[in-house]
């Protein structure tokens, strides 16, 4: 299933501690090595997927384990057919597990209907896409204030936050232009712009450099990745290309719908520098919402 182009925006808390194994055995399906871990920020439990196509059963995941803590960027690798796409619709809540669960902060978002899930898409998530999903009857600035409408942020204030996110990923000329009098690179950074203006805590991105050029690919990477860092925000990455991991504290690589690899790295530091724009963002932007909102203890219940 695709990202949709009504799905970006911020998330929830720390749930219960406990450990599970960082490696995991795709035949024996148990951990192999690496120091147990602490229940993540976004924690998935015993995932397992599978797709019925005629008489058939396709395992696209099958007992995933996964913690990723807040404010850690992930990269999930693998080729085409690993099941990373299907992971990370899993993680996103774009679909619902045979088996298992995934949680951010303390809801079960397994368990949502789909009204809730939109809500809380909405409020706690942001993504940024291959295809960018620009909404072409909009310009740059109404496709970035989008997603605050849904947080009831006034017209005024979307405006401005808009406008001073656009000028931070080089935009601020381009604010009027709607997606088909961009270019591709444009297009991602009003994409970026948009998945980022609402400050929130978990950013999905899924092969956000597909359709790049070299040059433009590593600018965006290292937009994305200082964003991340600046307001302590989670990011996990899908991709089948290992440069773009290297810009991640950890790569997880799947194949054949299980864990192969789960390792920690030291990331890429040379993430460019932040434009004069970029440096007054803080100002501009909406406040953040707070890791738990009261909505979370009666959504992680249903």
Known sequence: MELQKDDFLPAPVIAAEETVGLEIDKNEKKPLSG?????GFVSVRHLRKV????????????????EIQQGQIVCIIGTSGSGKSTLLNQLAGLEKPTKGSVYIGNTNISRLDENRLASFRQRHLGFVFQSYNLLPTL??????ALPMIFRGVPKS?????????????????????????????QQQRAGIARAFVTRPKVI???????????????????????????????????????????????????????ITSDKEQTPIYDVGEA????????EALPVAAEPKLQGDAEESNQ
């Open 35 to 39: 120091p147990p871990q602490k229940r």
């Open 51 to 66: 797709y019925r196509i005629g008489d058939e059963k396709v395992v696209a995941l099958g007992d995933i384990n996964l």
């Open 139 to 144: 310009s740059a600035l109404e496709n970035v």
């Open 157 to 185: 204030k979307r405006d401005k936050a808009a406008m001073a996110m656009l000028a931070a990923v080089g935009l601020k000329k381009r604010a009027h232009h709607r997606p088909t009098q961009m270019s591709g690179g």
């Open 204 to 258: 999905f991105a899924d092969e956000p450099t597909g359709n790049l050029d070299t040059k433009t690919t590593i600018s965006i990477m290292q937009m994305m990745v200082r964003f991340a860092r600046k307001y302590h925000e989670t990011l996990v990455i899908v991709t089948h290309d290992p440069e773009i991991a290297e810009y991640a504290d950890r790569v997880v690589t799947l194949i054949d719908g299980a």
């Open 275 to 282: 434009s004069p724009e970029e440096t007054l963002l803080e």
